[in-house]
Nanobody
Framework: QVQLVESGGGLVQAGGSLRLSCAAS????????MGWYRQVPGKQRELVAA???????NYADSVKGRFAISRDNAKNTVYLQMNSLKPDDTAVYYC?????????????WGQGTQVTVSS
């Protein structure tokens, strides 16, 4: 059984910073890609940032220059450092991992963590 456990969300004023963490655990062989998505009510979940096992990254245009994704492969953990936060960044943030278990490859999601940015 694989689990993704997120932490680090909360309430912050505009211009502030938050750091999200997501740890994957269970019968994991490898995790080619880990990422963060976000969703607000009434809208589709959107990609915020992703990183592969080699460290290559991809960001949504709206967060480039403000957010930084990183990972610790030894700990199966991905991080999202969010700086210069804006009210538009308010959303539920979900961790995502495309990973190989002992038996197959599939996508897993965390439970979500709320990020609220006040103006």
């Amino acid at each position: 059984q694989v689990q993704l456990v997120e932490s680090g969300g909360g309430l912050v004023q505009a211009g502030g910073s938050l750091r999200l963490s997501c740890a994957a655990s269970g019968s994991i062989r490898s995790i080619p890609v880990m990422g963060w998505y976000r969703q607000v009510p009434g809208k589709q979940r959107e990609l915020v940032a992703a990183i592969n096992s080699g460290g290559s990254t991809n960001y949504a245009d709206s967060v480039k220059g403000r957010f930084a994704i990183s990972r610790d492969n030894a700990k199966n953990t991905v991080y999202l450092q969010m700086n210069s936060l804006k009210p538009d960044d308010t959303a539920v943030y979900y961790c995502n991992a495309d990973l190989w278990t002992i038996s197959n490859k599939r996508t897993y999601w965390g439970q979500g963590t709320q990020v609220t940015v006040s103006s």
